[in-house]
């Protein structure tokens, strides 16, 4: 979709919704070096959104929303959760359909826009909370990733099942006690990076949503990875402070807690070497059209 | 975006001519050939313009959908692969069909079953997937053999519902199912069922029409909703997602949205009756006893009537074809002088005969049987012996009836 497709009949003008003015004039799509810095000087790809005041997960939203390489031809997949209350609000195309079936969805959406969009950039991106990704859908995330579909999964971890009241999902800690853990969940940590680079994923990351940068560079690494190689996965710390007893000021500190190198959410990639062989091309280019458009800006005040 | 008026007459790339549908159907050549019924769904698939289709190993649907992996191997579907059970496989053909697609799908019994929770959501979704259901024994202990329950659970998904009795009617309804499916009045998926093994893998003649013509591709732009493809504009959908809220216009637009799916079912009538040449087909309806059946139950139905024809006793046949939209106003027509109403059915519950009775007047007129079940045959004989009982005729005593 080219930026001229979400332009408005002079006519109609009007009688549209402020936030969809707003997109047509100063939304990004298109716009080659995109990222997290575009936040507070352009429309972003979420309107207001439903979640709780200080929600680790809406700042997660904003940043990957402002990251995507190719926001105009990108398809997102949510499934149901807290996530899916905010993907009304988002200014991609994206699909919920059920609860834990989004990779399946995303495998067969995927191949869709390849037969139909031949030799163009589709890129699908697949965002859903742990209980999604990790417990109820675990298979069709494996299977995705065996088949080598070529799209990106991002799991909002907030270790519990958040949008049903907090009960225990697969991602929590051992002995933390929860609705359906009353006495302590019993096995540890599910280790979904690790089982994600052996199941053929070709870019994995675990972090937290602290750093906008970081998400920045892990979510455009991972989409471009997809496109061209095979399967990523990104698992992002977006703590459910109501669940987990903060307070709405409290998400950042939080996850910087647990970002610590000894903690469970310290920065953790795997990059295939397919993949760090296009990363570095990809940089390449980079620094190319960098040096060029200094010296035309150079050229230009000359 | 694509115009399928502007291809008819160019070809694909396997040098297929895109053929207007009720040409390709009514007026092009017709072949016979002596094929099973997985023959023929493969046969079907080569002229329908198929994007994407997803596989899952289960008897008895098994063979048909390797048989069009082959198809795609030859160049004939845009992409195919085997998914990891139903309840994926259903949802793969969901985020094809979300992404512009026209998709086919197959599965049987417990297959269905597993899927379930999808095909309300295809509904929802307004996406006009068609899958094959080879329908087999669902309940424990194990079964593969032919047996019917399962339509009983899909007929109040929202899906278009026919039964085949014969291959022939595979091979038709297959093409003409995306027809009325893809209506942007209707489009909703279509389950196309039929008696597992009694058709998939007997060998039948069935007409073809010419393999060098194929239907005119999906146009995924004329969707009631839009294609998930980023080519349209990407609309804020709503204000507060209705989940959340517990309050009148959430209620409402949910109620809305499903009786807009039921009023689509009903507004498929037309094109329907188009398609198939009416919902039912009817054999001397004025005849006072009448067997009312579908699937291969009407086969076996015809054959009882041939026999009980021997012995002086007349009587009519209607073949249901379409269960969703359900042929209420025929069916009641054709059954108005029917003093005795016989429902034949392959499934334990007779949720054909609860349908017709739910369906005409004096409905203690409907004899819901007979039934056989678990993969039992119906030979016409039990069927001519259930009319003659009800009848007050002398008959004879069939197997463990102890009489």
């Given at each position: ?40 000087t ?7 959104h439903?979640?709780?005041?200080g ?19 990108t ?9 899916s ?7 991609v ?34 965002l ?13 995330t ?5 088949r ?9 971890d907030?270790?519990?099942y ?9 991602l ?12 302590g969940?019993?096995?540890?940590k ?6 994600a ?7 994995v ?12 560079k ?15 996965y990104?698992q992002?710390?977006t703590?459910c ?34 993949a760090?062989?296009?990363?570095a091309?990809l ?6 059209r ?11 005040s000359? | 975006?694509?115009?399928i ?12 001519t ?6 390709l159907?009514?007026?092009a ?25 997803i ?20 160049g004939?579907?845009g ?24 998709v086919?799908t ?18 929802g ?15 424990s202990?194990?079964?593969i053999?032919?047996d ?13 519902v026919?039964?085949a ?6 091979f038709?309804?297959?093409?003409k ?42 146009d ?24 959340m ?24 009538r ?21 067997i ?17 024809e021997d012995e ?10 379409t269960?969703?939209p ?17 429902v034949p ?6 949720w ?19 039934r ?32």
């Amino acid at each position: 979709m080219s930026k001229e497709r979400i332009q408005i009949s002079e006519d109609l003008y009007d009688i549209m919704p402020p936030d969809y003015q707003d997109l047509v004039k100063s939304a990004t799509y298109g716009k080659e070096d995109r990222g997290w810095k575009d936040i507070g000087t352009s429309k972003e790809l979420i309107e207001q959104h439903s979640l709780c005041a200080g929600c680790p997960e809406s700042m997660a939203f904003r940043y990957i929303l402002a990251s995507l390489p190719n926001p105009e031809d990108t398809v997102m997949v949510g499934s149901t959760g807290c996530t899916s209350l905010v993907f009304p609000m988002v200014a991609v195309h994206n699909i919920h359909s059920l609860f834990g079936n989004q990779n399946a969805i995303a495998s067969g959406l995927k191949r869709a826009l390849s037969v139909r969009f031949p030799g163009r950039v589709k890129d699908v991106v697949v965002l859903a909370g742990d209980g999604a990704t990790v417990d109820i859908g675990l298979d069709m995330t494996l299977q995705a990733w065996f088949r080598q579909e070529k799209f990106t999964t991002i799991c909002f971890d907030n270790e519990l099942y958040a949008n049903t009241g907090g009960q225990e999902s697969g991602l929590m800690q051992k002995g933390f006690v929860a609705k359906m853990a009353p006495v302590g969940k019993l096995f540890d940590k599910v280790r979904l990076p690790e089982i994600a680079r052996e199941s053929g994923c070709h870019y994995v990351v675990n972090c937290t949503v602290s750093k906008p940068s970081l998400v920045e560079k892990v979510i455009r690494n991972a989409v471009h990875i997809a496109r061209e190689i095979g399967p990523t996965y990104l698992q992002l710390y977006t703590p459910c402070i109501l669940e987990i007893g903060k307070n709405s000021m409290e998400g950042l500190q939080e996850m910087r807690d647990s970002e610590k190198p000894t903690e469970r959410f310290a920065y953790k990639e795997y990059i295939s070497e397919p993949a760090k062989q296009l990363l570095a091309e990809l940089a390449a280019k980079d620094k190319e059209r960098k040096a060029a458009a200094k010296q035309l800006a150079g050229q230009a005040s000359a | 975006m694509a115009d399928i008026h502007s291809v008819i007459g160019t070809k694909n790339k396997k040098g297929q001519t895109y053929t207007d549908t009720w040409k390709l159907m009514n007026e092009a050549p017709r072949t016979p050939s002596f094929f099973t019924g997985s023959e023929v769904i493969k046969e079907a698939l080569r002229r329908a313009s198929c994007d994407v289709m997803i596989a899952y190993p289960i008897t008895p649907q098994s063979e048909a959908a390797a048989l069009i992996g082959e198809l795609f191997a030859e160049g004939y579907i845009g992409d195919y692969f085997r998914g990891e059970s139903e309840f994926a496989v259903m949802s793969q053909c969901a985020g094809a069909a979300f992404g512009g697609a026209r998709v086919f799908t197959t599965t049987a019994g417990p297959g269905t079953m597993r899927a379930m929770e999808n095909f309300p959501m295809w509904s929802g979704a307004r996406l006009p997937i068609q899958m094959i259901v080879t329908c087999r024994g669902i309940n424990s202990p194990l079964s593969i053999q032919p047996d019917t329950l399962e339509i009983a659970y899909l007929l109040n998904t929202g899906m278009l519902v026919w039964h085949a009795e014969t291959a022939q009617d595979f091979f038709d309804w297959i093409l003409k199912g995306y027809m009325v499916s893809e209506e942007p009045d209707v489009h909703l998926p279509l389950a196309l069922c039929c008696d597992g093994f009694f058709v998939t893998h007997t060998k039948d003649v069935v007409n073809l029409t010419p393999a060098d013509m194929c239907l005119p591709p999906y146009d995924p732009y004329r969707s009631p909703v839009p294609c998930m493809d980023m080519e349209c504009p990407p609309v804020r959908m709503m204000r507060d997602p209705f989940v959340m809220k517990s309050n009148y216009i959430s209620y409402a637009t949910h109620a809305s949205w499903q009786q807009e799916i039921w009023a689509a079912v009903e507004r498929s009538r037309k094109h329907s009756i188009h398609w198939l040449n009416g919902l039912i087909d009817t054999e001397n309806t004025d005849a006072e006893i009448i067997i009312v059946a579908s699937g291969t139950a009407v086969s076996q139905g015809r054959e009882a009537i041939r026999l009980l024809e021997d012995e002086g006793v007349r009587c009519g046949l209607v073949k249901v074809k379409t269960l969703r939209p359900w042929p209420e106003e025929e069916i009641r027509e054709a059954t108005k002088n029917a003093k005795h109403i016989f429902v034949p059915e392959f499934n334990v519950t007779g949720w054909l005969a609860k349908e017709i009775k739910a369906t005409i007047s004096n409905p203690e007129r409907v004899h819901a049987g007979p039934r056989v079940c678990g993969g039992m045959t119906m030979p016409p004989e039990i069927i001519v012996s259930e009319i003659k009982t009800a009848l007050g005729m002398k008959t004879f005593s069939l197997a463990g009836r102890g009489s």
